[in-house]
């Protein structure tokens, strides 16, 4: 930690804000889904496309299944049921005569046991966007919500295939050295000598390989059920009796991507890839590897008529009091954050205990002074990242809190939040919906 990290362990007290509340049409659907139940926490089975659709192959369904699924689950009322996965186990079970009388159906009750069935309706597709509706039939039946059209990119071009073969091979390789397996932790793939955007991507692709290895005929009709989990923070740095997988990307000098992958059971490595070349030109991503800051800048999801940061200077001088000016839509619910070269960052609002006070205002105000705080005086030279979430709405519960944990308050310095835990904030934060986010860099000389 340095710089501008250790000026904000000193902080004051905020001024007042006003809210408002945005929705986007899963949420809004959402909404009218708890309606039709009447309970705001909602358990839904999932099934997804018909079977029978020609839109999307298999695998692109799939993919869009676990996006809405992740999507509903970033809400913090979801909760969901596997009922795509019980229907397909009577379908495996009937057709070779192995289920009970009675089981199946009972089974596919208890899957549906929820408050709603969400079907995948009015498929579309242009170039690399799906389109479709969810469909909600409540429980009961006398309520249907149906939403309006949801787009979601999908892969298309050779290189995901060519991405995917590689992931499948060592899921299969995987299955081969420990034919018991029973769970899997994913951690981050990491970039060599620094962090790059196609992690993130080739972590998705390793996650629907062993989806489908999880929904294969062989544990399907077995019973041999395999719980895919996303390690913890600090989680991928210890030695774990669950199996964990290690996955590297790099980008050499003529422009080359290169992955590697492993699992590991403890200090034993299993089923290792070894490098391969790999086309990421279908994953969407930037393969450009970045020291952490520039990467954070780079991957920001930034509407800068929705909100934004400028300093009063760039660079500042030595001496100089911080200044901040961040400009957005009166209301809007700010999270903020100074991150450090080196992975860690500290919180700097909201400030625990005065939480409804880090409203933006109209016309917006400057950090620290406009919230209240004390005057932050850089005396001395380093590079951070002042960074700030905005939303109208509320934060999921359990991230709001988690991020609270972190922050200041009158009488208690922020945390130091470790690497693992800012990615994962990183990755959590840009997944709710309706977020935006606003960066930029605070240099001293």
């Not at 993919?63 to 379908?91: N, P």
């Not at 039946?141 to 979601?152: M, Q």
Request: glycine share 8%; aromatic share 4%; charged share 25%.
């Amino acid at each position: 930690m340095s710089g501008l990290l250790r000026s904000l362990l000193v902080v004051g007290l905020l001024v007042t804000g006003g809210g408002a509340a945005r929705a986007d049409a899963l949420s809004t659907w959402l909404d009218n889904v708890a309606a039709c139940s009447g309970k705001r926490d909602l358990s839904l089975a999932v099934v997804g496309f018909d079977t029978g659709q020609q839109v999307l192959s298999r695998t692109q369904a799939d993919e869009v299944r676990l996006a809405i699924e992740s999507r509903l689950q970033s809400e913090g009322r979801v909760r969901l049921a596997a009922s795509g996965d019980v229907v397909r186990i009577k379908t495996l079970r009937d057709s070779l005569n192995l289920q009970k009388p009675g089981e199946a159906e009972a089974q596919i009750r208890r899957a549906f046991d929820g408050d709603a069935s969400v079907f995948f309706a009015e498929p579309s597709r242009q170039e690399d966007k799906a389109s479709f509706r969810l469909q909600a039939i409540a429980k009961t039946g006398d309520c249907k919500a149906t939403s309006a059209p949801i787009e979601i990119a999908i892969r298309t071009k050779p290189g995901v295939v060519d991405v995917d073969q590689v992931m499948s091979r060592a899921v299969e390789n995987l299955v081969r050295a420990a034919p018991e397996l029973k769970r899997v932790d994913i951690c981050p793939f990491a970039a060599a000598s620094g962090y790059s955007a196609c992690s993130a991507a080739l972590g998705e692709r390793l996650l629907l390989a062993l989806d489908a290895e999880s929904r294969s005929d062989d544990r399907v009709l077995r019973s041999r059920p395999l719980e895919i989990r996303k390690a913890a923070p600090g989680q991928c740095a210890a030695s774990s009796g669950e199996v964990t997988t290690r996955g590297r990307f790099a980008r050499d000098r003529d422009g080359q991507s290169w992955m590697e992958l492993e699992f590991r059971r403890g200090d034993a490595v299993l089923a290792p890839t070894g490098r391969n070349r790999i086309p990421v030109e279908g994953l969407g991503c930037d393969p450009a590897v970045r020291p952490f800051l520039e990467h954070v800048a780079a991957t920001a999801g930034s509407d800068r008529a929705r909100l934004a940061l400028l300093p009063a200077a760039s660079p500042f001088m030595k001496g100089r009091r911080l200044d901040v000016r961040i400009e957005g839509k009166a209301g809007m619910k700010l999270y903020c954050w100074v991150l450090d070269s080196d992975g860690t960052a500290s919180v700097v609002l909201p400030v625990r205990g005065e939480e409804n006070k880090s409203v933006l205002r109209a016309g917006g105000q400057s950090y620290p002074y406009g919230f209240g705080l004390t005057d932050i005086v850089l005396d001395a030279a380093f590079e951070n990242l002042f960074a700030c979430f905005g939303m109208e709405a509320d934060l999921p519960a359990a991230l709001r809190q988690r991020w609270l944990k972190a922050a200041p308050s009158a009488s208690d310095d922020a945390a130091t939040l470790s690497p693992d835990e800012v990615l994962d904030l990183i990755e959590k934060l840009r997944a709710v919906p309706g977020v935006v986010e606003a960066t930029a860099p605070i240099v001293v000389r």
